[in-house]
């Protein structure tokens, strides 16, 4: 095999996956919201850490998607449905620990106020049970991925690097901002336990429309 052949037929379709990626990762979300949250909690090693799992989050989401588990939940609704719920209830559940939580933001303190492995696992989680990455893993990634294009497994890997990227170019900068707030906020004990349960909140009332909105689904 000739490595320096790229083994894809077609390539222009990156570019327009590459904009509708950008484009969802950059609009406001609950990953979005958990890496900020992390930076202006534990600095710089917090964000980093929870940016990791949302990363890594978007990796399985990308396997998933090429395995056909996305089409599969599509044919089966109330199977999905329950992962909706599930993941809305557990990031409702990272928001109001984040709420109860806000009043340690008053003291700055050198240490981190939770292990970087535990931020880890929960931006893992947070971007595992996100609903926006199945609507995503079912309506979006599916469009992209055709056996005209090359090799299928060369195709995951591409958009999958591209989901990772963009990952860490948007939500990086959200760390950096984050940890530049924490700095600014640092004189102020009320305001930085006022960021944390704005984006506390934020998280709660995600979840809480994600459920609502997934009720309505399974109503109808």
């Not at 799992?53 to 998607?65: E, S």
């Not at 005209?148 to 959200?174: E, K, N, P, R």
Request: hydrophobic residues 55%; positive net charge.
């Amino acid at each position: 095999m000739d490595w320096l052949s790229f083994p894809l037929t077609h390539t222009a379709h990156l570019w327009l996956f590459f904009l509708l990626v950008f484009g969802i990762i950059a609009l406001p979300g609950l990953d979005m919201a958990f890496v900020l949250g992390s930076s202006l909690v534990d600095g710089l090693k917090g964000g980093v850490a929870a940016l990791s799992g949302v990363v890594v989050g978007g990796v399985v989401h990308t396997a998933m998607a090429s395995l056909g588990v996305g089409l599969a939940l599509q044919t089966m609704p109330q199977l999905f449905n329950a992962m909706l719920f599930a993941g809305a209830l557990y990031i409702a559940w990272i928001g109001w620990q984040l709420v109860r939580g806000a009043a340690a933001l008053g003291e700055v303190s050198a240490q981190a106020s939770r292990p970087l492995a535990a931020t880890f696992r929960r931006g893992l989680f947070t971007c595992l049970l996100n609903p926006k990455a199945y609507l995503f893993m079912i309506a979006v990634f599916p469009q992209f991925v055709r056996t005209d294009h090359g090799s299928l497994a060369v195709q995951a890997v591409a958009l999958g690097a591209i989901i990772a990227v963009t990952q860490i170019g948007v939500y990086g900068a959200v760390a950096l901002g984050g940890v530049r707030v924490k700095a600014w906020l640092r004189g102020s004990g009320r305001a930085q336990v006022l960021a944390g349960q704005s984006l506390g909140w934020l998280l709660v009332m995600g979840g809480g429309w994600t459920l609502w909105q997934g009720w309505q689904t399974a109503g109808g």
